[in-house]
Structures are given as C-alpha cells and as structure tokens.
C-alpha cells in the first residue's frame, strides 16, 4: 500500500509503509492510516515524547493511562535486566512459582486498603486488563457454581463502560461499536445507564439526586433480571476511555447499599484508576465503597511491560480455595517473573515518591483549580477533574450548554490542534481528557494548561469559520 504522506523525512516514510503494510494495529481504520500514515513515536523522557520528525510532544495521556512515574525510569530496565539475566521465565501453572510473582502479591495484598470480609490477600495475574476481566468472569461464575447456585449468571455493567477488547472484555464494555461487530455482547452480560451528569441528569435536578437515581438504575435491573439470577456488577469507578466520567458522591454508597441487598458481587475495575491516578493506592478508597474483586493493569508497571491481574477479595478466594479444588483457569505468563519484578520495582518509586499522596495533596488540587479557569473558555461546558484525570466537554453554547451533536469531530478538530501544538490529548466524542503522569511539576502542569487554553481558542475559531456555533 502507498502511504500518501509527502513532507515527511524519507526514513520516516520507509517505516510508514512498511506499517501499513505489515501491521494490523488495534482500533484502526487501515484504509485511513494507509493515506495518512501513522506517527511514529521514537523515544521519550519525563513527560515527552519525541516523533520520528523530531517533534516533542508533552504527553498528558501518559501513554494510554500507563505511564505513571514518566518516562526514562533507569531502574525499571536495570529490574527488567537483571531479572531476566536471573529467571527470564518459567510459568506457575505446576506447583512451581518465583520470587518476584510471589512478592508482588504480597505487596499488592499490603498495598489495598482495608474492606472489611472483602480484604484483598490473594492476586490472580495476566498480562493485561482485558484478560483480568475473562478471569474475572470465570471466577465469579465458578464462585456461584461452588456455593449451589449456578443459576447466578448475569454480570450488570454500564453503557459507555471500557472493561477491554477480548470477547467478555467487549461485552462487559458498553461501547454500542464494539458490540456492534462479531455478535456482542455474550450471553448473560446486560447493561444499564452510566451516571453521566452532564448528560442524563433532569433539568433541575441537583448531582446528589441524581447519583442517587443513576444507582438506583442499577436495583430496576436486578428486579427485572430477579436478584437470583444476578452473579455480580462490573464497574470502573470514575469512567476512563468513555471520557472520564466522574460519578456523583452518592453513587458509589448507594451501589454499595444495593449490591450489599442483594448479595451480588462488585468488581471494581480500576485498570485505570489505581496507582494513584486518583490519589489512593486502589479508587474503592477514595469512594469509600468494597469490592470483592479488583481488575488492575497498565500502571501497576507503569506500562514499562505488560502484566494484569485481579485482587481476590476473602470472600471469594475463601470459596475458590477451600471448596474449588483445581481451578481450570491461568495464562502462561500468569506471575511473569520479569513484569513482576518490574512492577516491585514501579511501586517502590511510587512508594518513594509518595506519588498517591501527591495526587491527593498536591498536584490534585493543583490541576482542578486550573480546570476551573478553563472552564471559563467559551467552547467549554464542563470542565471537571478528579485526582490526576480530568475531562472537559466542548459546546456549541455556553449559555445553553448546547452540544454539537452532529458535530462530533469537534473533538478530533481540537485533537488535531493539540498535536500540531506539541500536546497529547485524547478525544472522546466532544469530551478532550487527560490522565497525566503523576511526577509532574507545578510548571509542567502550567505548561500543559497553556497548551489546551491555546488548543482551545484554536478550535474555538476553526468551529466558528465553520458555522458551527449557535
Ligand atoms: C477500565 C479498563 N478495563 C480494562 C481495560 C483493558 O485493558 P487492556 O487494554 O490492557 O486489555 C482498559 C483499557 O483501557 C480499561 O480502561
């Protein structure tokens, strides 16, 4: 295939072509990458990138919500080396095991807080969040089958929900265009609405109301499904790749009430939002809620290598342990020594760094009072962060808070912006997110609000030569 991308260096090209040619990439229109060519990130340091033109680019998306202590962090390749000069593999499917899995579980189990008969002592390990997500599934329907109750089949989750791409990632998901294509979701899998404020709140209706009412679309659905039949509800706690969507303080308290009513497991999905993204260790502290199992990915090694994984709470272990016998479930690089180690080695720098604490003391604050003055742009309606992730939402009226409908490129007309600019900042329909690595400075911070003000006002005057303000 031809790339048709001419003012690019020629080595540049070279590696475009043989892209399209070669590799099928995740998400993609190939026909499209094919005619623009794909950038090409070549290396990083801190907070930046650097594309194979030499453009640096401040990266406030830490990868894909990955990279929490930066980039350019020595000591996770000097772990990486020399654990694999030590072991560089062997699995633990047949009694066997290895140190660093073995540590890492225990630090996991020390690092989670406290949640009462669901304390986390156990860890379940994969290479990612999707995979995390089928072993949850597997282990939630063997734990009903091993108390005599297979009957509990159904998972309730969420439209607009990210939980993965594997065939129970996508369907616990609700992305309405992953289930659109090779017939999702699976059986037994169902959806409610999302606790989006913004967009499915009542005219009037105050946020506490209505996390109270956006819960409560959880106890209709396991009424209609019969509460004997419901084995667990999925959730992320604040909505990541649907665009950060920070649910109500009553939401969380009222779907515990409801979960605790009907004796339904809660899985708290936090491949996002643990490792301090949210200025806690694990998310289910900062909104107060247990779970009784826990779904982590990428930040747990800062995204330096691959490695997922589910803390077990008690009260599922307990049954899988004592009454399972052999469970027919595991990956090949379930506890890869070289990802543990790595990951010991990400969480020490965290601990070091108190990096959790940061986010919740410092850098926190700090952004959200930022994104109070950029919610002041006339092209924003919302603007709202928690710990060290934020969203914002672009209208067509400020007064009104009129979206742009039809218009949705907006988002990627900004995107766009925000690249030409030297900014990495995600598109989500009209929602422009960020999840920033949690190392960065007060200026770097500055730097970045500056970045999107100036993307803003140029997407702002882009719209309005289009007509599309109202
Ligand atoms: C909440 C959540 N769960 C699961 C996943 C899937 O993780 P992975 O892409 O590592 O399979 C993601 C990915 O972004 C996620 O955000």
């Known amino acids: 295939m031809t790339v048709l991308v001419s003012n690019m260096t020629a080595a540049t090209r070279e590696i475009q072509a043989l892209d399209s040619a070669h590799f099928m990439h995740p998400f993609t229109d190939h026909g499209d990458l094919a005619t623009r060519g794909s950038r090409v990130i070549t290396k990083s340091e801190d907070i930046y990138i650097w594309d194979s033109e030499g453009k640096k680019l401040l990266d406030a998306m830490s990868g894909l ?35 660093p899995a073995v540590q890492l579980a225990a630090k996991l189990a020390e690092l989670a807080p406290d949640a009462g008969e669901r304390s986390f002592q156990h860890v379940f390990y994969s290479s990612s969040g999707s995979e995390s997500n089928d072993s949850n599934v597997r282990m939630v329907r063997r734990y009903w089958d091993l108390l005599d109750q297979p009957q509990r089949k159904v998972i309730i989750s969420r439209l607009n929900a990210y939980h993965g791409s594997t065939m129970a990632g996508a369907s616990l998901g609700g992305m309405s265009g992953m289930h659109a ?77 409801i979960v605790d009513k009907y004796g339904i497991l809660l899985i708290s999905d936090e491949v996002i939002c643990a490792f301090g993204r949210l200025g806690h260790w694990f998310a289910y502290e900062k909104f107060g809620y247990k779970p009784d199992l826990v779904t982590f990915a990428k930040a747990v090694t800062s995204g330096y290598i691959p490695l ?69 742009h006339p092209l924003v ?27 949705l490129s907006v988002g ?18 009209d929602r422009m997110i960020i999840a920033p690595p949690l190392t960065m400075t007060h200026a770097q911070i500055d730097e970045m609000v500056a970045l999107i003000a100036q993307c803003l006002d140029l997407t702002y005057e882009e719209v309005k030569t289009k007509g599309w303000l109202a």
């Open 412 to 429: 990627m007309i900004c995107r766009g912006h925000c690249f030409k600019n030297g900014l990495i900042m995600r598109a989500v329909g």
């Open 381 to 407: 309606g919302v603007a709202e962060t928690c710990g060290f992730m934020a969203g914002l939402v672009l209208v067509k009226n400020k007064a009104t808070r009129q979206r742009f409908g039809e218009n």
């Open 65 to 99: 919500w990955c990279v929490n202590v930066g980039y350019g962090r020595k000591e996770l390749a000097d772990a990486a080396y020399q654990q694999m000069m030590k072991l560089p593999f062997y699995n633990s499917f047949f009694q066997t095991t290895n140190v």
């Open 181 to 257: 294509q090779g017939d999702l979701p699976i059986p037994n899998i169902t959806h409610i609405e999302q606790p989006y404020f913004f967009e499915n709140a009542l005219p009037g209706e105050s946020s506490d109301d209505f996390g109270l009412r956006a819960a409560g679309w959880l106890e209709t659905k396991i009424l209609e499904i019969g509460a004997n039949k419901v084995a667990a509800f999925i959730a992320e706690p604040v909505q990541g790749a649907g665009g950060v969507i920070i649910p109500p303080a009553t939401y969380w308290p009222e779907i515990q009430r």
């Open 308 to 376: 997922g994984g589910v803390l077990v709470g008690n009260r599922v272990a307990t049954v899988l342990i004592e009454k399972g016998g052999e469970f027919n479930h595991g990956y090949t690089y379930s506890g890869h020594p070289v990802a543990c180690a790595v990951a010991l080695a990400n969480l020490e720098i965290m601990e070091r760094e108190q990096l959790p604490q940061r986010v919740h003391d410092d850098i926190g604050p700090y952004l959200a009072q930022k994104f109070e003055e950029i919610s002041e």
